[in-house]
């Protein structure tokens, strides 16, 4: 940037710089999503067409940026976990929370047409807004995640015993409302059951767990850990284009417990992965 006399102005802007060490997790929510659901008559409790688009713009986001080492979604929001080492964009918030909204919403629309074929958008278009959270340990990070995923099923068991009192039992929403107040699950699994005749255990489990997005090699367990500190350029280089090249995988699974970290340690590896030999 050229020097001049109004170069003073830049003292203005405030650093937002996020400290090193930390787990960066970007978390990306959908704005007016209520009104957007209504308008283009989404299917209640949960429309399966509009989270395989959620899960596929989400995978597009993490296979454009190499250093999201997981996201997790569900509703209309999507969490893209970067790792403790990345010095993307200096580590600038407000450049990590931007730019990762913005490819989520341009795909988000790009991607529209796919899912709901004969249903064109129309202003206002969806938007995402984005924010940054640091995490200084992996154990912190998983309560992260653990909670989002416990939000998912507490919202979407709510969610379907509402809309079937309302859907299949002729209920007003107020009504249901009403009926829901101080309820805990075992009594809305005994509704969903008794009255309607749905286990909630067999719903999919995309509406009751949420969507994970990872990447996966063939040989997951030749992964070594390498410092990226110590990588050269063309070792970097290198590894970037393995990132690049491998499997983006979207799931459905348990991220509570602790099965799902031990089949894939490298995931939240406190170092870089580097595949052996490279």
Known sequence: MANSEFGYVRNFELSDVLPPSNWIVVRVDGRGFSKLCTKYAFTKPNDRRALDLMNAAAMEVVRSFVDVVLAYGQSDEYSFIFHESTSLFDRRAAKLATSVATAFAAEYCMQWSTFFPGLPLTRPYPTFDGRCVC????????????????????NNLYNTTFWSMVLKGGMSATEAEQALKGTVSSDKNEILFSRFGINYNTEP??????????????????????????????????????????????????IIGNTFWDVHPYILASKQPQTDGE
């Open 135 to 154: 995490y200084p340990k992996r154990a912190i990070l998983r309560d992260y995640l653990s909670w989002r995923q416990a939000d998912c099923h507490i």
């Open 205 to 254: 489990e995309i509406f009751r767990k949420g969507t994970i997005v990872y990447r996966s090699y063939d040989n997951e367990q030749e992964i070594g850990i390498k410092s990226a500190d110590n990588m050269s350029k063309t070792q970097l280089e290198k590894e970037r284009k393995r990132k690049q090249k491998a499997r983006i995988v979207s799931d459905h699974l348990d």
